[in-house]
Each structure stands twice: as C-alpha cells, then as structure tokens.
C-alpha cells in the first residue's frame, strides 16, 4: 500500500511541471504567431487602405482580377475605370491592387 502512494506522489509533481511547461510552450507559439503572421498582415492592410484612400483621376492602376485602367471618376466605394478608348468600366475600390503610373507604356 505503501509503494503506490509513493509512486503516487511522484508522478503528481512532475505532472504540474509539464502542464506549466505546455502553458510557457504555447504561450510562446501565440506570441511568435502574432509578430510573424498578424502584425505584419494588419499593417500591409493599414497601407493598402491608406493607398487606396489617396487615390486620384488619372491614376493608371491593376486591379486584383489584372485588369489595367486610368481613373476616370471616383466616387465613395466605386471607380470608373477607362480600360480603353472609350471603354469604361465600374469597379469596387477594394479591388484596386497597385499604382501603375509609373509603368512604361507598351504600344
């Protein structure tokens, strides 16, 4: 009887140990996770919106589906983009990608 409440004893302590180890471990991993994975995402996020506030008519842009256009109008969520000569087409401000004003001209 003796020897199982020895044994008993034993594997008690070292039980919270591992448990307080598993915490600090997985404490750890979120920390990581959010400097590696959440923080760089929310700020790229930050700058595509700010990006996308400031932009202007006359803008040469790609949209997230390729398409490449010259602001043509802004309204609050919706930009009119001229695609070609005449053809203009209505986008969601959300799509917008990047600025392609700076972009050579291919003939």
Request: hydrophobic share 50%.
């Amino acid at each position: 009887m003796s020897s199982i409440l020895i044994i008993a004893a034993d594997v008690a302590p070292s039980t919270g140990a591992s448990s307080m180890n598993m915490l600090l471990m997985m404490g750890l991993m979120i920390i990581v996770f959010y400097f590696f994975m959440i923080r760089p995402q929310m700020k790229r996020q930050k700058e595509m919106t700010k990006f996308r506030s400031a932009l202007q008519k006359g803008d040469k842009i790609v949209t997230t589906g390729g398409i490449y256009g010259k602001i043509d109008e802004i309204k609050d969520n919706i930009i009119i983009l001229e695609v070609a000569l005449g053809v203009k087409l209505k986008v969601d401000k959300s799509v917008v990608l990047k600025d392609m004003s700076d972009a050579p001209v291919q003939k």
